[in-house]
């Protein structure tokens, strides 16, 4: 896991974002997150997390969508499903595993490049992972969209298809 409440730069130069970079997660729920994740006896469960940390449905579903549990849970989707049942069983005092017998495990498909994509916009606000038209790279080619750099070695006055993503507005 590793994240703190702040970004912060990794030791190989790397940016680790922050749980305040997370949308809809509260900042009272960082800290206990942190702590939660530094003692000696790191939850090994999402289940745990929820509990060491206190965990509302809100915060649980927020760090679920953003793949910051890809440690306890790889798959994204499986995360966000059982985000509202683990903080549930959390808030009501369940016994520890219950979860698993109100809510039996399903194995839910994993989430494509593209969903990871989605939801990191969705949850952060950007993607760290490959940039949005390196999933349509393939598409665009076999449409004659050249990329960006091979503009220059085209001829003048060719005529252009382009594609590519907003990233601002004034």
Do not use: Y
Request: hydrophobic share 40%; net charge positive; charged share 20%.
């Amino acid at each position: 896991f590793g994240s703190r409440v702040l970004c912060s730069i990794e030791p190989d130069g790397g940016l680790r974002l922050g749980l305040r970079q997370i949308r809809d997660m509260s900042e009272a729920a960082c800290g206990p997150i942190v702590a939660g994740m530094t003692h000696d006896s790191t939850p090994g469960t999402f289940e745990d997390l929820c509990t060491a940390a206190a965990l509302g449905t809100g915060d649980a579903s927020a760090l679920a969508r953003s793949g910051a549990l890809r440690a306890m849970l790889p798959n994204r989707r499986q995360a966000m499903w059982q985000a509202k049942v683990v903080a549930r069983a959390r808030r009501e005092g369940w016994l520890p595993r219950a979860v698993e017998v109100v809510d039996p495990p399903v194995a839910l498909a994993p989430t494509t490049p593209l969903e990871d994509l989605v939801l990191d916009r969705q949850a952060l606000g950007l993607s760290p992972g490959k940039h949005v038209i390196s999933h349509f790279r393939d598409r665009l080619t076999a449409q004659g969209c050249p990329r960006a750099i091979d503009l220059a070695t085209l001829p003048p006055g060719t005529p252009v298809r382009i594609a590519g993503q907003q990233i601002g507005t004034q």
